[in-house]
């Protein structure tokens, strides 16, 4: 498993240098030029490629017919990469983390501006989890448009609001990220359902 992670982190060693870059740049120099929302939404953005990046290049070096002949079962694999791009999330939001929360904007009124930086965490979290199920779910099948439109409306609708809402009536940073570590369903849910379709795959 450790090589099947050391492979990730080296095959997209020019994406985890992108966005530590931007991380840097924004940090040295966003606080003057951005917004804080915008400091969030820019490695947001970049972080939405992660996963398309990740699989487009195996899929052009034959990863999968190379990684289906050695003695790892196809859950390990999912394990990997799942492991993989959400330590890439954790590291990105914790790189920009010192710009956002330094910015005047979030020294002004520090609850809210947390708030927003955990919503912007967990909607992530929904994202790639999103992005996993898709990837491995049937082309044809009708359940991908529902759990698009699913996760734009917890995202939307509930995620954002509920965060905010909180930070208006409590103080206390834990009780903020309540919603926060609810994002770890999603994760779980798309896993097995992505081990689920894996499995069902004719790599050869």
């Not at 982190?9 to 940090?27: G, R, V």
């Not at 509920?162 to 896993?191: D, E, G, N, R």
Request: charged residues 10%; proline residues 4%.
């Amino acid at each position: 498993m450790k090589a099947l992670l050391w492979q990730r982190m080296t095959a997209q060693k020019p994406f985890i240098l992108l966005l530590l870059l931007l991380c840097i740049f924004t940090t040295l120099f966003g606080v003057r030029f951005l917004s804080s929302f915008s400091l969030l939404f820019v490695p947001t953005t970049l972080l939405l490629l992660l996963i398309t990046s990740m699989y487009e290049q195996d899929k052009q070096s034959k990863w999968a017919v190379f990684v289906n002949a050695l003695p790892v079962s196809k859950k390990t694999q999912l394990f990997v990469d799942f492991l993989f791009c959400y330590g890439i999330c954790l590291l990105a939001f914790s790189a920009i983390s010192p710009s956002y929360f330094s910015h005047q904007n979030a020294t002004n009124n520090t609850i809210e501006h947390f708030a927003i930086f955990a919503a912007f965490f967990s909607s992530m979290i929904w994202l790639l989890s999103l992005q996993f199920y898709v990837h491995y779910c049937p082309k044809n099948s009708n359940s991908k448009i529902y759990a698009i439109s699913g996760v734009i409306f917890i995202i939307l609708v509930i995620n954002f609001p509920i965060h905010y809402y909180l930070s208006l009536v409590s103080p206390s940073a834990f009780i903020i990220l309540i919603p926060t570590f609810f994002s770890i369903i999603p994760v779980i849910l798309s896993f097995q359902k992505c081990v689920a379709h894996y499995n069902k795959h004719d790599i050869y």
